[in-house]
């Protein structure tokens, strides 16, 4: 990953400071393939901090094991450092 151009992104995004343009960046800079993904792993994410199990994640968000597995290993290895129950 290129640094100059992900410190372009972390400030951009340091920067917003409410909804509506936080909504505006994220649909310019990203597909809505990619916005659905990363909303999705966030919140995988959150109930796995909230205690749910992957049975219930994956039935309740029609995910495969594979995919809450992986938020589960990122998780784990500190990926998501900031607390993602106060989204």
Known sequence: LDSDYFDVLVVHIKNISTEKTAREFILSVLT???AYRIGQRITIVS????GYDY???IKLLKVSST???RASRQL???M???NTNSL
């Open 32 to 34: 809505p393939l990619e």
């Open 47 to 50: 109930l796995l901090e909230c």
């Open 55 to 57: 049975a219930d994640i």
């Open 67 to 69: 995919t809450v597995a």
């Open 76 to 78: 784990q290895d500190g």
């Open 80 to 82: 998501f450092a900031y």
